[in-house]
T-cell receptor
Framework: EPEVTQTPSHQVTQMGQEVILRCVPISNHLYFYWYRQILGQKVEFLVSFYNNEISEKSEIFDDQFSVERPDGSNFTLKIRSTKLEDSAMYFC???????????FGSGTRLTVV | LAKTTQPISMDSYEGQEVNITCSHNNIATNDYITWYQQFPSQGPRFIIQGYKTKVTNEVASLFIPADRKSSTLSLPRVSLSDTAVYYCLVGGGATNKLIFGTGTLLAVQP
């Protein structure tokens, strides 16, 4: 079964540092997403990406966040200057736009200290 | 997006059938009903999706009454490994963002 792969699985960073979370979506998928889940809370939508541009973003996705598809396989989420409240699990997901449901990755646990 | 209401938690024993019901009174005509499963520290996993009546796959069944204001996820003969949070989501299209609620924590005991 095709998978969405995320790296790293865990990342610890100091407040104010930049982090880049990486994702390899399923190869024939065209729609890409980032979600996050703070410990004990709901899964929250951050951003959707299609045709090399952001199609929708949430209020959480402020100027500190950016996404990029630097090549044909990777999809990255960058947080420019991390805050303590950015500590969460970050999930990448992809969809082919036709079949039912998304495929989520296993997530990156980001801890900001 | 239609709001969903589902029980916060449910308990079951191995081998039993589990039915989790979700209310979505404000479902729109073009909305589908989708269920996801999430294990601790893992991403949500798609289980099943339906529009009306009954849908069955190798994992679960989804029952949707004619008015579509609720839906029931049925897990046959659960095992310990089915212990997870189950989310009911309502929305249209395979590309729209997903809005997750708090889900139902299903605890399966031996």
């Amino acid at each position: 079964e095709p998978e969405v792969t995320q790296t790293p699985s865990h990342q610890v960073t100091q407040m104010g540092q930049e982090v880049i979370l990486r994702c390899v979506p399923i190869s024939n998928h065209l729609y890409f997403y980032w979600y996050r889940q703070i410990l004990g809370q709901k899964v929250e939508f951050l951003v959707s990406f299609y045709n090399n541009e952001i199609s929708e973003k949430s209020e959480i996705f402020d100027d500190q966040f950016s996404v990029e598809r630097p090549d044909g396989s990777n999809f990255t989420l960058k947080i420019r200057s991390t805050k303590l409240e950015d500590s969460a699990m970050y999930f990448c997901a992809s969809s082919d736009g036709e079949a039912y449901g998304y495929t989520f990755g296993s997530g990156t646990r980001l801890t900001v200290v | 997006l239609a709001k969903t209401t589902q029980p916060i938690s449910m308990d079951s024993y191995e081998g039993q059938e589990v039915n989790i019901t979700c209310s979505h009174n404000n479902i729109a005509t073009n909305d589908y009903i989708t269920w996801y499963q999430q294990f601790p520290s893992q991403g949500p996993r798609f289980i099943i999706q339906g529009y009306k009546t009954k849908v069955t796959n190798e994992v679960a069944s989804l029952f949707i009454p004619a008015d579509r204001k609720s839906s029931t996820l049925s897990l046959p003969r659960v095992s310990l490994s089915d212990t997870a949070v189950y989310y009911c989501l309502v929305g249209g299209g395979a590309t729209n963002k997903l809005i997750f609620g708090t889900g139902t924590l299903l605890a399966v005991q031996p």
